[in-house]
Structures are given as structure tokens and as C-alpha cells.
């Protein structure tokens, strides 16, 4: 288990979850335990790295006048929500509203944060049609930030409304420079980048967050699964965070009441299913190639309509002639 | 506990395709996976005196060395180190695959065992005495810890100190590797040494490895005091030079050479100043492995 947990990300979670429930609780052997302390000494790490890394990020944007919305893993963190137990990210989410986009690009470039260099068509592919511009590394620190001016993408299949997610947004801090979304619509951004990614390699990580979260805001207020449906209907998203529910529901127990949970369990969530499962070589499914494969091809058919995927499509097949291994040596 | 020498070839193939096979390397266990006759091979010659369980066990880490897919077991035959079922490295050929195996242990031990404060360095041991040999690659610290450990020292390692938080070194012996014409070197002044297969042209050169002595095998389980820090340099033709560092600039350098200083954070300052305060550090640039050796054997003597 601790295998399993290592290679899906999880490790340092399940130590986190396996020091607060204490050892008295939950017995496992000392070999482990020493593992549960070193994957805590990282998480601290981790964790005074973010918020360090936050402090740059501020400074570098102080100038640009404009909220600043802290998406996922960093917002959990910040907000000390639960579902930042644990959780080790790569990379930073922010957003900030489309007309400030290039003006935040050029501030963050000036605080030594650089998309470096792209090919042709991936930078066509992000500036002309994502949700985000290129990631951005910094040069020094090789920390990476995803720039958003939309929560999804533009060009995607499902009309989300996610313009009244912004405007609902709220301030983090006194001053006003970072931004959160409101409660339901954390969950469902969270929901959305689930079902609408093929990340599923990461599928166990983001369905424990959506258990975490879930669990979390019920328990603040027990009227949170009906202003989840309401938003969600208004937003755009009811079938995704129904379907994102049902799964974490199977997985990890999450109590979903009825109208929050699909009527029906198609074919898509049993793929979700299988790929957001263990991936480790000795347990994971035969299917699971099959599975990732399908889920892969529906995200593009979700996020593009059809002329921009016949042309996405050809991109990618002619690239396979001359892929090129994207692992370093040893 | 039964060692690898005990069991047949036979035996151990079958537990490491079973992935009933642990290896033990002091207090670490390591679950090994293998179908990969070379590197069975090589194995069983370099952890000849390692204990071992073939019938499973808890572990710390779980590695395979597998064909990076199924018909490569057969054509343009290649291995890759599986880490926990992720490959976080490119394949090699198969006649590199224990070479691979002792890389990807060294990055395993220095990206997770946070226990430990892991420093780029060999250790050695000499009259109950722990002696650190922290240098860049390249200037010689392998070859001047083989060199000692054919000559009587202990060796705990060749590449990796970790430090408790009781400042003790924990062992770790097991083969020391060799690159390029330190190989000759070792191998013209100690011919009885046992080898493992030669690889050639992979990225750090030709590379072999020399088994760990048994004695220090023997004693994985017996940590050391750390009483002396050397940083050693070899340079061609240069007569013996041997001069004290500062425990300021010895604790420097080796936050140069620390793997997981920063992820420590106060605990790791902490444990360095400590070792610097209670270990003397000297520089020490040689062309003789005799020389160096009669120099630490003193040093040892006198400052240890």
C-alpha cells in the first residue's frame, strides 16, 4: 500500500492521515513509521516552500492593481483547508481577469518567471485556444506557475459559466491581493478538473481532494449539498460534479446525498474508474491502458470542437513519427 | 541470516521473479524484482555476503528491474529501474542494468529517507573511528575509499553519508563503483578483488564495481561516530598536502554536498553544526593512495 501510495502521489497524504489518526488508532509496522516521518519532514518543506514561493509571487504582482485568484493546491494551503494535508504539487494556479493577462505575464517575466521556449503549435495551442498561458519556471527557483485568465477552457464542449465564478470570487487576506472562489465553486472547479482532464494519473490524488472538500464544507454548514446543486445548475456543471461525486463516493466513502449522485453509471465513469485506480504494475487493471487512451481522446473531443481537433489531431499524429523521450537519464 | 552465497542461482531467480526477495542493506530492506538474467547475475556476484529473505518480508522500498516492455525481453534487449511501478529514468542496455540498479538506489536513499541528513560523501571507519570523505565527483573519493577498504578499513559507503539525529553514521556497505582508469588502478594493486561485470560506454564512462569486503558487510548493522572530515582531492604528480579547514568552512562545503539540507530546514542546520563541531575537518590533496592512506591513518590517530 505504501508502494502504491508512493507511485500515485499519495504517500505523503497517507502519512499525514496516518499521524493525526495517531498510532495507538491505526497499527502498522515501525519500518513504515519511519516512512510516515520522513514524508511529513518533506511535507513541511513542501509547505514552507509554497508559502514562500506565494511571498514571490505577491511581490512580483504588486504592481498590477488587479485581485489575484489562487486556484487548487496553493488555495487549500492558504486557506488551511484539509484537503491541504499532504498534498505535494508542482506547480502554482493563479488567475487573474483576461485584460490584466499580459500585464501579469510581463510582471512575472521582470520577477524571473519565464514560459521558456515552445514549439510553434503549443504556443498557438495555448494562446489562441486554453484557459492558461505556457507555464512559467522561474529561472533561479525552477518553481512553475500556471497562469489562468478562465477556469476552463474557452473552446470547451460543456458551457461553463465559470465568468460568474469569478465575479463571485472573495478575498483571501486584508488587503485584497489574493483571491479565492467561494466554497461550492472550489469544489466544483475541482469536480470540473477532474472530469473535463485526462490527468488521471493524479485521478486518486484530485478524488480525495473532492472528498476532503466535500466532507469539510458539510460539516461547516449542513445545508452545503443543496447551494451545491443550485450552483451547479446555474453554473453549468451539474453532471460533472455529479459524476465527480459518484466516484469519490466509491472510492473513498465521501456521503453524497441522492440528488447529488447520477442516475445512471455509463460507460465514462467506469474508464474513470479504472484509470483513477491503483496504477502500480502488480495490482493495476489489464485495462488500464485502454481505459487512459479513451479518456485521452475524449478531453480533446470535450475542449475542442471539431475543425480545431481534426487539426489538433494531425499535429499530434505527424509528432509521433518523431517523438522524442521526454525522461532523463539516471 | 541466510546471505545470497547460500542460496543457488536458482533459488534466487525464482524469488526475484516471485517478488519474494528482500535485501537487506543494514537497516534498510529492499523488495528487488527482477527477469533479467544479466543483472541476476551480477548481482548475485556483487551481494554475495549480503543477508537476504526469499520469502517476502516488510520493506522500504520496492524496485524492479524490467524490460521497459514486453518484447524488449527479446529484442534490442534493454532494463529500466521501476521505483514503487514509476520508471523515473531513461532504459539502458541490459549489460548496464546493475550499474542502473546501484544509480537508482543512491537517488532513491537521497530523494526519500529524510530521517536522515544524506550527504554526497563516502564513509569509512578505522579503529572504531568514522571518517567522512566529502568531494565532488571526480576527484577521487571512491578510489581512496576502495583503496582503504581492501587495506583493513571499514567501509559504511562510497557515495552517501546519512546522519542520524543521534549524529551517528548508519552503514550502508555494499559495492563500491569504479569509473575509467581508476578501475585498472584498483584492480593492478589488489588482484585478488572481486569484480562485477565491466559496462562500458554509459554516461559516466566505463564503470565497474568492486564487492564490499565482508567484514564491513558484517558490521551494516553497527553505526559509526563520526570523528574526522576529510575533504580529499587528487591531482596528478602532487606531493602530499595536508592542511586543517575551519568547522565554518567544513560546514560550508557540505551543504554543497547535502542532498536534503533544505528540506531538513532547523533540524538540518542543527545536526551539521553539530558534526562540525564534534568532528575536525582537514583537506588533503595526494597523487599516492599509500601517501593519502598513512596521512588518515595518522590523522586518525592524533585528531580523531
Known sequence: ?????????????????????????????????????????QTDAFQRDVHRELGHIQQALSELHAPVLLLKGASYLLLGLPAAMGRIFTDIDILVPRQYLPSAEAFLMLGGWSTGKLEPYDQRYYREWSHEIPPMTHLRRGTTIDLHHSLVMPTCRIHVDSEKMLRDAVPIDPIGFWWRLRDEDILLHAASHLILNSEFERGLRDLWDIDFLFRHFVSCSASFPERLLERSEEIGLVKVIRQALFLAKRIFGTQVPDQLLPDKHGLFLRLVACAASTRHPDTRSNWQGVADALLMYREMYMRLPNHLLAVHFVHKASGLLKRVEEKTAV | ??????????????????????????????????????????????????????????????????????????????????????????????????????????????????????????????KGKGVLLSAVSGSGKSTLS????????????????????????????????????????????????????????????????????????????????????IFPKWTANSPLRIEPVGAGQSALR????????????????????????TAEAWEIEYSSLDEARGALEDLVFERG
Open chain 1, 1 to 41: 500500500m505504501f508502494s502504491e501510495a508512493r507511485q500515485a502521489g499519495l504517500l505523503n497524504r497517507l502519512s499525514a492521515s496516518l499521524r493525526k489518526a495517531g498510532r495507538a488508532e491505526i497499527q502498522y509496522p515501525e519500518r513504515l513509521h519511519k516512512h510516515v516521518l520522513a514524508t511529513s519532514i
Open chain 2, 1 to 126: 541470516m541466510l546471505t545470497i552465497s547460500a542460496c543457488s542461482a536458482k533459488e534466487l531467480n525464482c524469488a526475484l521473479r516471485s517478488g519474494c526477495f528482500r535485501l537487506h542493506l543494514g537497516d534498510i530492506a529492499l523488495k528487488i524484482s527482477s527477469i533479467i538474467p544479466e543483472f541476476n547475475t551480477a548481482f548475485r556476484q556483487l551481494y554475495a555476503d549480503h543477508p537476504v529473505s526469499l520469502t517476502g518480508g516488510g520493506y522500504d522500498f520496492d524496485i524492479a528491474i524490467s524490460p521497459p516492455s514486453w518484447w524488449r525481453r527479446w529484442f534490442r534487449r534493454n532494463a529500466t529501474f521501476e521505483f514503487c511501478g514509476d520508471t523515473p529514468f531513461l532504459p539502458m542496455e541490459v549489460g548496464h542494468a546493475h550499474a542502473m540498479f546501484e544509480w537508482g538506489l543512491n537517488w532513491a536513499i537521497a530523494s526519500f529517507l529524510h530521517n536522515y541528513l544524506v550527504l554526497h560523501s563516502a564513509v569509512v571507519e578505522w
Open chain 2, 146 to 229: 576502495a583503496e582503504l577498504s581492501l587495506r583493513g578499513w571499514r567501509l559504511l559507503s562510497d557515495e552517501l553519508a546519512l546522519i542520524d539525529d543521534d549524529l551517528k553514521l548508519i552503514p550502508l556497505a555494499r559495492p563500491v563503483s569504479l569509473k575509467n582508469s581508476s578501475i585498472d588502478l584498483i584492480r593492478s594493486r589488489h588482484p585478488s578483488a572481486i569484480w562485477g561485470p565491466l559496462a562500458r560506454e554509459t554516461h559516466k564512462g566505463t564503470v565497474a564495481h568492486l564487492k564490499a569486503p565482508s567484514s564491513s558487510v558484517e558490521k551494516n548493522l553497527v553505526p559509526a561516530i563520526p570523528k574526522l572530515i
Open chain 2, 254 to 277: 557540505l551543504i554543497d554536498q547535502a542532498f536534503n539540507y533544505s528540506i531538513l530546514g532547523v533540524d538540518g542546520f542543527e545536526r551539521l553544526v553539530a558534526l562540525v563541531r
